[in-house]
């Protein structure tokens, strides 16, 4: 027998799991004909544009899309630099963002997450640095990593219990404009190791093969989360139902598996889980 999956959204009405009438959405919803959705395409494999047509791809990329179908709102990609998403939010310029951003603390103020992915930053470095091979290896020297993330905080907080509590010295981080430039710093010499999310060390390994090595595992646990003013509770509980639904099918699931990135999978969706 085929079966129908529903679910419950927030204005009491049953929607069904593989796509979402427009007349079952609630008002504030059925409003917007189109959900602008911030994302900067440099971070694969969450996000990035197809080298070969330029067009923007990647697991997060494909949850919009499948979000927008089942919701049916067009999806407005809008590239905004990480630094002024939250802001994006605030002043309404933006209805969310799923550009694989940590749910912190800091900006739950500002913006509703829907976590849908879990990792941690990690260190690695080239194969060429035959004297680091370990994380306590990096004590003392320059570890590159996004400036706009978490990870520089992170990285410092890692330092001081394993490098400084041990009498070794500090590592030096180094801001960087991305975790791109910070890769290409670390193949100049200019840095001796970089720091970036362990879901996208895997892809990078792949892409320039035998030139990078892991150091470790993730130091640090994140949620990542799909963020949304607070005020707008029909989206939040709209996304929260179909993502929801995504997981029940197995669609989610097909959609990390496709970029190597199922390690990840939540079980459950929550909100504002991030410390």
Same mark, same amino acid.
């Given at each position: 027998? =085929?079966?129908?999956?529903?679910?419950? %959204?927030?204005?009491?009405?049953?929607?069904?799991?593989? @796509?979402?009438?427009?007349?079952?959405?609630?008002?504030?919803?059925?409003?917007?004909?189109?959900?602008?959705?911030?994302?900067?395409?440099?971070?694969? +494999?969450?996000? %990035?544009?197809?080298?070969?047509?330029?067009?923007?791809?990647?697991?997060?990329?494909?949850?919009? #899309?499948?979000?927008?179908? $089942?919701?049916?709102?067009?999806?407005?990609?809008?590239?905004?630099?990480?630094?002024?998403?939250?802001?994006?939010?605030?002043?309404?310029?933006?209805? #969310?963002?799923?550009?694989?951003?940590?749910?912190?603390?800091?900006?739950? +103020?500002?913006?509703? %997450?829907?976590?849908?992915?879990?990792?941690? +930053?990690? %260190?690695? @470095? /080239?194969?060429?640095?035959?004297?680091?091979?370990?994380?306590?290896?990096?004590?003392?020297?320059?570890?590159? /990593?996004? $400036?706009?993330?978490?990870?520089?905080?992170?990285?410092?907080?890692?330092?001081?219990?394993?490098?400084?509590?041990?009498?070794?010295?500090?590592?030096?981080?180094?801001?960087?404009?991305?975790?791109?430039?910070?890769?290409?710093?670390?193949?100049?010499?200019?840095?001796?190791?970089?720091?970036?999310?362990?879901? /996208?060390?895997?892809?990078?390994?792949?892409?320039? =093969?035998?030139?990078? =090595?892991?150091? *470790?595992?993730?130091?640090?646990?994140?949620?990542? *989360? #799909?963020?949304?003013?607070?005020?707008?509770?029909?989206?939040?509980?709209?996304?929260?139902?179909?993502?929801?639904?995504?997981?029940?099918?197995?669609?989610?699931? $097909?959609?990390?598996?496709?970029?190597?990135?199922?390690?990840?999978?939540?079980?459950?969706? @929550?909100?504002?889980?991030?410390?």
């Amino acid at each position: 027998m =085929k079966k129908t999956l529903l679910f419950l %959204f927030s204005a009491g009405v049953l929607l069904n799991a593989t @796509t979402v009438a427009p007349t079952a959405v609630a008002a504030e919803l059925v409003q917007k004909e189109e959900l602008k959705v911030a994302m900067m395409p440099n971070y694969p +494999p969450l996000e %990035f544009k197809d080298p070969a047509t330029g067009q923007l791809t990647g697991m997060d990329y494909d949850l919009g #899309m499948e979000i927008g179908k $089942r919701l049916n709102r067009k999806i407005s990609w809008q590239e905004i630099g990480f630094e002024q998403m939250v802001n994006a939010i605030a002043t309404k310029r933006i209805d #969310m963002i799923l550009s694989g951003m940590t749910d912190t603390k800091a900006r739950q +103020p500002v913006a509703t %997450f829907v976590d849908y992915y879990h990792s941690g +930053p990690q %260190f690695y @470095t /080239t194969v060429a640095h035959t004297e680091i091979n370990q994380m306590q290896d990096l004590c003392g020297k320059k570890v590159g /990593t996004s $400036r706009r993330t978490t990870f520089p905080a992170e990285i410092a907080a890692w330092s001081q219990a394993n490098c400084e509590a041990a009498g070794k010295p500090a590592i030096v981080v180094v801001g960087a404009e991305g975790t791109a430039d910070a890769r290409t710093q670390l193949r100049q010499g200019r840095i001796e190791g970089v720091v970036q999310g362990s879901e /996208t060390l895997p892809y990078i390994m792949n892409l320039e =093969k035998e030139t990078y =090595k892991p150091l *470790g595992k993730a130091f640090a646990y994140q949620v990542t *989360g #799909m963020g949304i003013a607070k005020e707008d509770t029909a989206l939040i509980d709209g996304v929260k139902s179909v993502l929801s639904a995504m997981i029940a099918d197995g669609t989610y699931l $097909r959609i990390l598996t496709k970029w190597g990135m199922q390690d990840g999978a939540v079980q459950d969706v @929550t909100l504002n889980g991030g410390k």
